[in-house]
């Protein structure tokens, strides 16, 4: 267990809809990143938050944005959902040393979009 | 072509096998070399990570890294069937408090009892 939790572990919905996916971090870790995992597209990186801000964008869509909020819990929030979006969504988090490079995966959420 | 590429196998040795996994990559930028373990349904977890060329070793686990070729390996001596899972390479670039990880595709390891 990384102590990384995310909810819901799995969630089905339908095309054009929204859905927000949540992530707790390790307790003390002030960097939360986003990751999805798709059989063609391998784990791509989305986005990393570090104390509430912003640090590193990857191939985010402008469809989906993230938050994390003062008690460092994460939000993903996937709108406009399309069949391609289904995947398994990683939170990952690391330590409060701006230097580590100790990534601490969550178990994931499984989206299915039918 | 994607910036890190990795043999995505399947791979299957009896057990007591040495394991060899490799990656390449063409981002002359990444300085951090770091290997992951994937079990079925599961977040990937570390398994070692390095930031110099030259072989760093834990256990039956050796991460040789060769940065002049741009080539990263993973061998794993003694092989068990509780290694079984899926093996990610993923390197970075630090900027200040950013991390973003560029991952390779995987390479699919059974170690037969």
């Known amino acids: 267990d990384s102590g990384v939790t995310q909810t819901p572990k799995h969630l089905i919905t339908a095309t054009g809809q929204r859905v927000t996916l949540r992530c707790s971090p390790r307790?003390?870790?002030?960097?939360v990143y986003w990751y999805q995992q798709s059989l063609d597209q391998g784990l791509q990186f989305l986005i990393q938050y570090y104390n509430g801000e912003e640090r590193a964008k990857g191939n985010i869509l402008e469809r989906f944005s993230a938050q994390q909020f003062p008690d460092l819990h994460s939000e993903l929030n996937l709108s406009s959902l399309e069949l391609g979006d289904s995947a398994l969504y990683f939170c990952?988090?690391?330590?409060?040393?701006?230097?580590?490079?100790?990534?601490?995966f969550g178990p994931g959420t499984r989206l299915l979009v039918l | 072509q994607k910036e890190v590429e990795q043999d995505p196998g399947p791979l299957s040795v009896p057990e007591g096998a040495i394991v060899s996994l490799n990656c390449t990559y063409s981002n002359s930028a990444f300085q951090y070399f770091m290997w992951y373990r994937q079990y079925s349904r599961k977040g990937p977890e570390l398994l070692m990570y390095t930031y110099s060329s030259g072989n760093k070793e834990d256990g039956r686990f050796t991460a040789q890294v060769d940065k002049s070729s741009k080539y990263i390996s993973l061998f794993i001596r003694d092989s068990q069937p509780s290694d079984s899972a899926t093996y990610l390479c993923a390197m970075t670039t630090p900027s200040g408090s950013a991390r973003q990880l560029t991952f390779g595709s995987g390479t699919q390891l059974t170690v037969l009892p």
């Open positions: 307790s003390g870790d002030l960097s």
């Open positions: 990952a988090s690391s330590p409060v040393e701006e230097t580590s490079e100790t990534q601490y």
